[in-house]
Structures are given as C-alpha cells and as structure tokens.
C-alpha cells in the first residue's frame, strides 16, 4: 500500500485484470436507430469508415458491481463504423457519474467519458425510462414501453475507441493517437423489448443531438446483466492533424 507500489502488489493487480474489466447486477435501457448517412461519415474520424446501414446504439445503464470501482452510472452513444471491413460501434460519448470509472475508461481504453450530474434507470409499470442530464442539460432520454421477451440473440459486436493525450506544449499531441478496438462480451438475462422513443437534448458541452434519429429499430431492457471488457488492442496509428478537430469532443468546448 502507499504513494509507491510492491512488485508483489502489481503482480496481483495484474492477475485481478487478466480476463478484463467486468461489471454485473446491471440494469440497462438500449435502443439502435437509424440515422443520416452524412452525418455519419463527417463525424467519423478516419481511417474509420461507414457502414453500409448508417445506424447508432444508445444505452443508459446502472452499474450494481463492477471489478474496479465502486456501482455506478453510466450513459453511451455509438455510431456504427468499420476499419479494414471488421464492424463495430464508435463511441461518440460516454457521461458517467464517478470520477474511478470515468478515469479508468478514458486513460485505458480511449472512451470519451464525463462526469454528469444524474444518470438513471427509471422503471413504472411495463415503461422503463434512462436520462442523462449532464450541465443542467437533459442530453438523453430513452423511454420504452415493454411489450415482452427477446427471442433472438444480441449481435456481438466491436467498440472502436481513439486514445490521445494532448501535448503539453498546447500543440497537437504528445504521441501519435492510437486507433483501438475492443471486444464486449454480453451476458443477457432474458432482455425485453418493447417500442422505444429516443430524443437527444440540445447541449453546447454535448451536441451530439446533431445525430438525428430517423427511426428506432430495436429498443430493449435488461436487468442482472454480466458484461466483460476483454483486453483490447491497437489497429492502427492516426495522423495527429488529421484527428485534431475529432478530438475535442472528449473535452467541454468553452469558446462559443
């Protein structure tokens, strides 16, 4: 213990993460949508590509245990994209109401996660409702009504993330940004769907309500869920004046 660690205690931290980062007792809200293809393809930063079907994903979650930090809340938005033809889930934003997560998810696995002041699951009889509020903005609103059990599996499907620290001279970065993809594996407990209605909410600090939603396809819910966060690994090395105007998304823009 202490301000310097044992060779012993890095060992054992090692171990405790060798099959990745893990969190259960999970209630989750989630719905995919389809949206414009051009807003797609000007949001993602390269060498990400666009999908044939330009769709997103949406979830808000509550976070009951997890292998490295204490419960927590979570919200997320993804756009669908590919590298080299491996499909996958891009993540435009991720608020979280803890600081451990929060630090974790961004300084290991590339995730543009914030600190918001309420994120929450909200069940009342057969509707279930997530909200994120980040800045006195309500950002995300997912609400659906349950209508009965999924009889198909969830596709299992890749996150794409970008890892980029900026310089500390105030010039681009101090290493070239690393494109990484990451394998989620879902370990559902009898999920229900239902019809959904997603809105995003208009933020300055947050805009990804510039991401229409043309039409919900699947919207869903499930509680006691298991989800493991396998180890990822790094596709591709981007090109830093390319990826500049991507970046600051990560970060709340206070020049407007």
Not at 16 to 26: F, K, L
Not at 215 to 235: D, K, R
């Amino acid at each position: 213990m202490g301000l310097v660690r044992t060779p012993e205690e890095l060992k054992k931290r090692k171990q405790h993460y060798a099959e990745g980062s893990m969190v259960c007792d999970t209630k989750m809200v989630f719905a995919s949508f389809l949206t414009d293809p051009k807003v797609v393809k000007r949001v993602l930063p390269p060498p990400l590509e666009p999908t044939p079907l330009p769709t997103g994903l949406v979830y808000v979650a509550e976070f009951g245990k997890a292998n490295f930090s204490e419960p927590y809340n979570e919200a997320a938005v993804f756009l669908s994209a590919q590298y080299k033809g491996v499909i996958g889930n891009y993540c435009i934003s991720m608020p979280v109401n803890l600081d451990t997560p929060m630090w974790l998810g961004r300084e290991n696995q590339g995730y543009p996660k914030k600190i918001a002041e309420f994120i929450a699951v909200e069940e009342r009889g057969n509707y279930v409702t997530g909200t994120c509020v980040r800045r006195g903005k309500r950002i995300i609103t997912l609400t659906l009504q349950l209508e009965g059990p999924l009889k198909q599996e969830l596709p299992k499907t890749a996150t794409y993330n970008i890892k980029a620290v900026p310089s500390v001279t105030g010039e681009g970065f101090e290493y070239p940004p690393v494109l990484i993809r990451l394998e989620n594996d879902f370990r559902w407990n009898t999920p229900e769907i239902g019809k959904g209605r997603l809105t995003f909410g208009k933020s300055t600090y947050d805009p990804i309500y510039e991401i229409p939603v043309k039409e919900v396809i699947l919207a869903g819910y499930g509680s006691h869920i298991e989800i493991w966060t396998q180890p990822g690994e790094v596709v591709a090395e981007l090109d830093p004046l390319e990826y500049e105007a991507y970046f600051w998304n990560k970060q709340d823009w206070e020049l407007d």
